[in-house]
């Protein structure tokens, strides 16, 4: 989520979006910087407190939206210690805090027809050394780990039978 006051200057506020990868530029007015900063918070508002699906179409949207700017912060390469700090999966070996060694790719290739299934899961692989920070992040509400986490239990709930 991005703090900022709709009093910052316009040279702020692009700095902002430049930081947080938002496409924003000189030619916009401030009201639609402001509108993309908007729209950026708004993917992580996310509160799926009565157990119901999430939009699955939406979710496709923000993780789009986000994996970029994810994808820059994030570097998973040069690890060679993995972990998953999604939700177990039944009927399948993945399990929250399972502890994978290999490349990421390496993995993603093991773990292909769950990741098939469950696409969110690709997302929840994290370098061992992070495991404490990415366990965080997906237990906070507001925060995209914690979208795909919420996405991957969904998922698990709508594919299983009772």
Do not use: H, W
């Amino acid at each position: 989520m991005i703090d900022y006051k709709k009093t910052d200057k316009k040279a702020e506020l692009l700095k902002l979006c430049e930081k947080n990868g938002i496409k924003a530029n000189e030619d916009m007015s401030k009201e639609e910087i402001i509108s993309e900063l908007d729209k950026f918070n708004a993917a992580f508002e996310i509160k799926p407190s009565d157990n119901s699906m999430v939009d699955s179409e939406e979710t496709e949207k923000v993780i789009g939206e986000k994996e970029q700017t994810v994808e820059k912060i994030e570097n998973m390469e040069g690890y060679d210690r993995f972990a998953y700090v999604g939700p177990s999966i039944p009927e399948t070996t993945l399990r929250e805090g399972a502890i994978f060694r290999g490349s990421l790719v390496d993995i993603q290739e093991y773990l292909s027809d769950i990741i098939k299934k469950y696409p969110a899961t690709q997302k929840l692989i994290v370098p061992v050394g992070k495991l404490a920070e990415y366990t965080n992040k997906v237990k906070k509400a507001g925060n995209v780990y914690n979208l795909y986490y919420q996405n991957v239990i969904s998922a698990v709930k709508g594919n299983k039978e009772v």
